[in-house]
């Protein structure tokens, strides 16, 4: 296809094969002992070009403003498997908290782009990369956003009020709304009321940014795709000086409610998978913490 163009030098090539052993989909094969594109299956993963020790392959569809940082270099070197700290690494992971308590900073746009850029380095079903960001740069924003938030769940609240129709539809095998209403209504009333009075934002804690990852329709693993695309956003962030915390909330609301996210110029046929809330944190820990008891297995075959 076209847009999966791959474009071999063959007077640089020297026929080593490397790019036919990594490519995934059988694309590349020698002939006449030069590598050549042979099929039309090509993902643009780009394994052939980073392979190739005479640099004689482009991959087309590659960007290299996509990997072009604004706020910081990036080695090109390849890292191969066991050169790189798994404490330090670690570390990061353990570090990075949810934030609920930002300053009221804002964050540099640049930062921002290249948030996105870092969480795009994740790997994709079939490559296909068919996440979305939409970026809110200002507490203005994400204060408009919450509003529309806010919204939703106060109508939600409303009907979860009414006890009969929660009984209702609980008899007829729908127990969501009387779940709810058991397991958030006051709390999601206690937050409304903050809201509307002192202004209070137990939603997007006062964040001066946010980032929503969604997904164009017709990738094989949407949600998978763009959720690991925010553990690196998560990361990331945390690397340099952000504060983050995924708002499960906004995300509920946006998946019940299509208009919110027409409101804030999301095309109807996007998937809504996360919320990032982004900001300067408040808050210092004395040290990291573990996890509950896991559950763990083998299978021995
Ligand atoms: C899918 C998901 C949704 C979440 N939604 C919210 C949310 O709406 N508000 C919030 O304050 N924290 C939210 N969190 C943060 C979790 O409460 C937090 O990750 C968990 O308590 C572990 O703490 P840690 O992130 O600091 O390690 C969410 C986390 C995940 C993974």
């Known amino acids: 296809m076209e847009e999966n163009r791959i474009e071999i030098d063959r007077d640089l090539c020297d026929g080593c094969g490397l ?11 020698l002939m006449e002992g030069k590598a050549a594109v042979s099929g039309e299956e090509s993902i643009s993963c780009g394994h052939c070009e980073a392979v190739c020790p ?16 604004k706020t910081f270099t990036m080695e090109k070197q390849w890292l191969p498997p066991g050169k790189y700290s798994t404490s330090v690494l670690v570390q990061l992971m353990a570090s990075r908290r949810s934030c609920r308590c930002f300053t009221n900073q804002s964050v540099d746009r640049a930062i921002l782009e290249d948030l996105v850029k870092i969480g795009i380095t994740a ?23 919450a509003e529309y938030i806010a919204s939703y769940f106060g ?35 206690k937050a409304l009321q903050e809201w509307h009075g002192s202004g209070k934002d137990r939603l997007f804690h006062g964040s001066t940014a946010a980032i929503i990852i969604g997904s164009r329709p017709g990738a094989s693993c949407p949600a998978e795709d763009a959720l690991l695309a925010t553990q690196n956003i998560l990361l990331a962030a945390h690397s340099m ?3 983050s915390c995924l708002i499960g909330y906004a995300v509920a609301a946006m998946k019940k ?45």
Not at 169 to 188: F, I
Not at 261 to 287: F, M, N
């Open 257 to 301: 409610d299509a208009s919110i996210q027409q409101s804030i110029g999301i095309p109807s046929e996007e998937g809504i998978h996360a919320v990032i809330a982004l900001g300067y944190p408040d808050e210092v820990y004395q040290r990291v913490t573990g996890r509950k008891k896991v559950t763990q297995r083998y299978f021995e075959g």
């Open 155 to 189: 109508r939600l609240n409303t009907t979860a009020e009414k006890t009969m129709l929660r009984l209702f539809l609980k008899l007829t095998g729908k127990g969501e709304l009387d779940a709810y209403y058991r397991g958030y209504y006051r709390k999601v009333k």
């Open 19 to 29: 790019c036919v052993t990594v490519c995934p989909t059988g694309t590349i094969s």
């Open 54 to 69: 005479q640099k004689a392959i482009r991959v087309m569809a590659i960007d290299e403003e996509m990997s072009r940082y």
């Open 123 to 145: 790997p994709s079903g079939t490559n296909s990369q068919s996440w979305t960001f939409t970026i809110m740069p200002t507490r203005k924003a994400v204060a408009s956003f």
């Open 241 to 243: 000086g952000l504060g």
